[in-house]
């Protein structure tokens, strides 16, 4: 039997609603974020948090995207996203997220529009590292991170004003 790489959050389950708290104008600290089995090949790991829903003309909205995550890491806690990066591992990056901030972005969908889907991904990579350069898009890096990606794990939730 295989084990099937899983993200989870103890803040919240796949498909739940989230209350305001997670809104960028409040809190506005990334969830805690665990994953399990991993491929045994794993190098690295880069999370994200994408809303596909966002009215961009097609492109949707980047909140986070963090890489070269170590390869025996298995949880990020509450606010791992926050802009300084202190709570991230060292060696981790952070890439601007649609606001232009390094870091976490919070949801805020447009007032009156149905809920947004917010996807966070785990991505299990096939390189100890990703070398960017320091003003390369969260598009193009995702790129990247797909071009590594062995294996990927994803949790959704939904938020609406």
């Known amino acids: 039997m295989t084990n099937t790489f899983t993200l989870t959050s103890p803040e919240f389950k796949n498909g739940d609603t989230v209350d305001?708290?997670?809104?960028?104008?409040r809190?506005?600290?990334?969830?805690?974020?665990?994953?399990?089995?991993?491929?045994?090949e794993t190098k690295s790991f880069a999370i994200q948090c994408?809303?596909?829903?966002?009215?961009t003309g097609g492109a949707g909205w980047w909140h986070w995207m963090a890489i070269n995550l170590p390869k025996d890491l298995t949880e990020l806690k509450r606010n791992a996203g926050a802009e300084n990066g202190q709570n991230l591992p060292a060696g981790s990056r952070q890439l601007r997220n649609e606001i232009g901030t390094l870091?976490?972005?919070g949801f805020y969908p447009p007032e009156g529009t149905p809920a947004h889907r917010y996807i966070f991904t785990i991505y299990a990579l096939d390189t100890d590292k990703i070398e960017l350069p320091t003003d390369v898009t969260t598009s193009y890096t995702g790129f990247v991170v797909n071009s590594h990606a062995i294996a990927q794990a994803s949790i959704t939730v939904y938020y609406g004003r």
């Open 20 to 25: 305001s708290s997670y809104q960028s104008d």
């Open 27 to 40: 809190d506005n600290q990334s969830p805690a974020l665990v994953w399990k089995n991993a491929p045994a």
């Open 50 to 55: 994408h809303d596909p829903d966002a009215p």
């Open 103 to 105: 870091g976490y972005s």
